[in-house]
């Protein structure tokens, strides 16, 4: 089969901030893109939003909305990507879903392209993008996996307050002005740190060790997110024992950029940091900042805008020889959700696996 010259692409959920920085990664993107429809719920139908030097007009996103697409970037909720993934698959588009709805499910590819891109050879119409705090975790524990291996990884996360949404970071910077004027913060709290849940808690001047609501054994949801997605992407198999995976998140009063203290287990007690520093530094788009004698390491602020991961306080766990500790920071709107998305398929482009194949379970 011949590469298509030019592939029609439909952004679902193209009004919110990660709707937005897709059609903006995808105007930087090496994707041949021919014509691109701009969707989303019906009452943002009418708006106008850029690409490129064009002026979309934001349409209603329907069952019908897919005809003639090649790919569709969705980043519009669960339950309109279990909606209309089937649909856009049934009128012949690839989709690379953003949400969460499809991660877990056997028949999806959950991807990182620099980690796991030949798993898209299997996809059957639908892709996962992985959660904002997996995708930038297993760019550093992929490497490290496939030369030294891993026994044990456990991460705390400290993830910026965008990654609950526009709605969270205007609550944060309202709740700051207002505690800086010696207000009240409590009153302003109708998001965080879950909306549907029963209490809310301001973030600014403030920590909150919940993301997402409480499931078994006192874990959040965030942290099965990050359990199983990772051992999907590194193992290829959610539930696989070969790596114990735990951790903590918790969201931090940050307004974009997430970070990740990594603590990870070899198991050989031979393998030095420099080896470390060197495998995670060999893989593509991570930058290692790590230089405590001028100070240098990831921060989120100097993350910001940036497709790459960084990593820095590569060091030794002194009481525990093949053992370490790192220090991981990403833009979780670009390299965990906007851009990652684009790169899944900017990847499917050069394979040439922009198709849906003939006994999709989703056709």
Known sequence: MVAKTAYNVA???????????????LAQSTIPVGEVKALASARSAGQKISFKDQELTVEEATEDSFAGVDIVMASA?????????PAAVK???????????????????????????????DHQGIIANPNCSTTQL???????????????VIISTYQAA?????????????????????????????????????????????LLPQIDVFEEEGYTHEEYKMIHETKKIILGDKNAKAIKVTGTAVRVPVMIGHGESVYIDTGDENVTTDQIRQAI???????????????????????EGKRETFVGRIRPDLENPGAFHLWVVSDNLLKGAAWNTVEIAQT????DLVRVPADSTFA
């Open 77 to 85: 909720g669960g339950s309109t990507s279990k909606a209309l993934a």
């Open 162 to 206: 965008s990654g609950a949404g526009k709605a969270a970071m205007d609550e944060v910077l309202a709740e700051a002005q207002a505690r800086l004027l010696g207000d009240d913060m409590a009153e302003l709290a109708h998001v965080l740190p879950v909306k549907g849940d029963k209490k809310h808690f301001p973030l600014a001047f403030n």
């Open 11 to 25: 952004v679902l959920g193209a009004t919110g901030a990660v709707g937005r920085r897709i059609l903006d990664q």
């Open 138 to 152: 297993v760019m550093a524990l992929d490497p490290v996996y496939r030369e030294f291996g891993l026994n044990q």
């Open 91 to 121: 009128a012949g588009a690839v989709v690379v879903d953003n949400s969460s709805y499809w991660r877990m499910n056997d028949q999806v590819p959950l991807v990182v392209p620099e980690v796991n891109a030949a798993a898209l050879k």
């Open 281 to 303: 530094g060999a893989v593509d788009n991570v930058i290692i900042e790590d230089d405590p004698a001028t100070q240098t390491y990831p921060q989120p602020l100097l993350a």
């Open 348 to 351: 499917l482009v050069e394979m």
